[in-house]
């Protein structure tokens, strides 16, 4: 006889779990309790919000879901945002949540919220477990569910009463993994359908993607002398100093880059949605002239023709694919010209372009790009400032990026704790803004307490700034609610027992990354950056100008 948080825990540990994310809660004590000896890490956050994101960075890193709990109610809203980064960016992951006696249902207990409609629509997931012998079942179907076809979060809901009553039950083994099927048919018909192009570009994003997928990619493309862009924040799919390299699909696309996707007559699309800012707000094909044919390959039959109706598809994640391309044994067509003139367009974007003040942007990341190991990871959350990280930095491996394709602000420094216990041999690096950095930096003390040694890069304007940009645009000079009135980020770091220096002028940035990176401790280095510094090629005043103008008209 076991009580429900043993047969939790041992259930996890039977499906290779070594690490989790929580705020604990009593509601499920009993849980803490089989964690107690199992030999699990648990890793104790300061806000939920702060331990779903780790959770989901160590779904990302490892293919395996990432685990994390909480406690009911605001426990459960709180940590909701990991949810929807993980469900946006196609993230294995499981949210167990602490729920009231089964008794107290229905009557708005304290913190009582129905799981099944909270969560019904962020999750692949949401439901409630009832009965403790049948915590196996869940927890094996959890696991399944969680990594299957398009992987994404589910959350598990665990009544007080049900986590303590005791059961007699055997454990259930994970699903065993689907046979690998035989694709090279269908990569050959793929080779075929592209060798009719004259101007094709591939587009790789999506799940599933791993150190061979990144290799196989860079056969494939390099035999056959195509370009590929990468979808938003998946830059680390191929290694950019490839010659096939033709830059990524982001927020802030390099112009020449959407208007070869657009001229494009044919797009093989491996892994990725072909979404929302992959092509710039479903505009990119709007207007006269023909579309580009698409051959679609995802993991999920329900991704495939969703906004955009293929000419070809198939069923299958990325990596088998891109590996079925690789083992093909002979070019189908010269595009050296095409692919030359795509690569061409990328270099000349990476070309620093000098940003005002006497803290630039550009050479800081730049910088960093030359200098830190090639295996370093570099973690980010949203804002302007992570413009000049996508236009600047060259990633030359898979793994080395943890960005949510999300958009969800906050990200970056979890995500680097995250990625610090995951892998302490490694230089972790977060760039986050003044704005993002203050959603989470709490969890700074999660990091000083489990001795993960993340270095911060804080841009701090003073603003909000993607925000405050699309305010000059549409209302120049009306200027409300985009201000900030920040600390000093270097003293508070230090207040957390880590390490924070402020850097006023580019040059002394070189210093103080060495000083922070021997400091063992997790660490800041703010940048105080001009307020003119808006965009990689935008300056505040020029913002406003434009808004004013466009007014005029």
Not at 185 to 194: D, F
Not at 217 to 224: I, K, N
Not at 425 to 442: I, R, S, Y
Request: with cysteine; glycine share 10%.
């Amino acid at each position: 006889m076991r009580h429900g948080g043993q047969i939790l825990a041992d259930q996890l540990k039977l499906h290779g779990v070594r690490r989790v994310f929580s705020v604990p809660g009593e509601s499920f004590l009993a849980a803490l309790d089989g964690l107690y000896e199992s030999g699990i890490d648990n890793i104790v956050c300061r806000h939920e919000g702060g331990a779903a994101m780790m959770a989901e960075a160590y779904g990302k890193m490892t293919g395996t879901p990432g685990i994390a709990f909480v406690t009911r109610g605001p426990g459960a809203t709180n940590a909701s945002a990991g949810i929807h980064i993980a469900r946006q960016d196609s993230t294995p992951m499981i949210l167990f949540v602490g729920q009231i006696d089964r008794s107290h249902r229905d009557r708005e207990a304290f913190q009582e919220i129905n799981y099944r409609e909270v969560f019904g629509g962020l999750a692949k997931w949401a439901t409630e477990i009832d009965q403790t012998e049948r915590l196996p079942e869940y927890i094996r179907r959890a696991f399944a569910v969680a990594t299957s076809g398009r992987p994404g979060p589910v959350v598990l809901a665990l009544p007080e009463d049900m986590l303590s009553a005791m059961a007699d039950v055997a454990d259930e083994a994970p699903a065993p993994r689907p046979s690998a099927r035989d694709r090279s048919g269908q990569a050959r018909a793929a080779l075929e359908w592209l060798s009719e192009a004259e101007r094709p570009l591939v587009v790789v994003g999506g799940p599933h993607w791993s150190p061979a997928a990144a290799a196989d990619l860079a056969t494939f493309a390099g035999r056959e002398n195509l370009p590929v862009a990468l979808a938003f924040r998946r830059q680390d799919y191929l290694d950019n100093r490839h010659p096939s390299y033709a830059g990524d699909l982001n927020v802030g696309i390099n112009p020449k880059l959407a208007k070869r996707m657009r001229e494009a007559d044919r797009l093989l699309v491996i892994g990725s949605r072909l979404g929302d800012i992959a092509t710039q707000g479903y505009a990119l094909f709007d207007g006269p002239g023909p579309r580009p044919k698409i051959a679609h390959i995802h993991a999920d039959a329900d991704e495939i023709g969703r906004v955009f109706t293929p000419d070809l598809s198939v069923v299958s994640d990325g990596p088998s694919f891109v590996a079925a391309l690789a083992a093909l044994n002979s070019a189908s067509k010269d595009w050296s010209d095409w692919t030359a003139a795509a690569r061409a367009d990328y270099l000349g974007w990476a070309t620093p372009f000098p940003s005002p003040g006497d803290v630039k942007q550009e050479e800081v990341i730049a910088w960093l790009s030359a200098n830190l190991p090639q295996d370093a990871i570099v973690t980010n959350g949203a804002g302007n400032y992570a413009a000049w990280l996508h236009r600047y930095f060259t990633y030359k491996g898979y793994g080395t990026q943890l960005a949510p394709t999300s958009g969800s602000m906050g990200y970056g420094f979890p995500a680097a704790v995250s990625a610090s216990l995951e892998n302490p041999e490694k230089t972790v690096v977060c760039l986050a803004g003044d704005g993002c950095f203050q959603m989470t930096l709490n969890e700074m003390s999660t990091a000083k307490q489990y001795g993960a040694t993340p270095i911060v890069v804080v841009v701090n304007n003073g603003r909000y700034g993607t925000i405050r940009m699309h305010q000059e645009k549409h209302y120049p000079g009306r200027v409300s609610g985009t201000m900030l009135q920040n600390p000093d980020f270097a003293a508070l770091a230090r207040a957390y027992g880590g390490h924070g220096e402020t850097v006023l002028r580019t040059e002394e940035f070189a210093g103080a990354f060495a000083r922070a990176k021997a400091s063992n401790l997790p660490s800041v280095i703010e940048l105080v950056v001009d307020e003119q510094a808006l965009g990689t090629s935008l300056t505040l005043d020029a913002a406003r100008a434009a808004g004013e103008a466009a007014k005029k008209q």
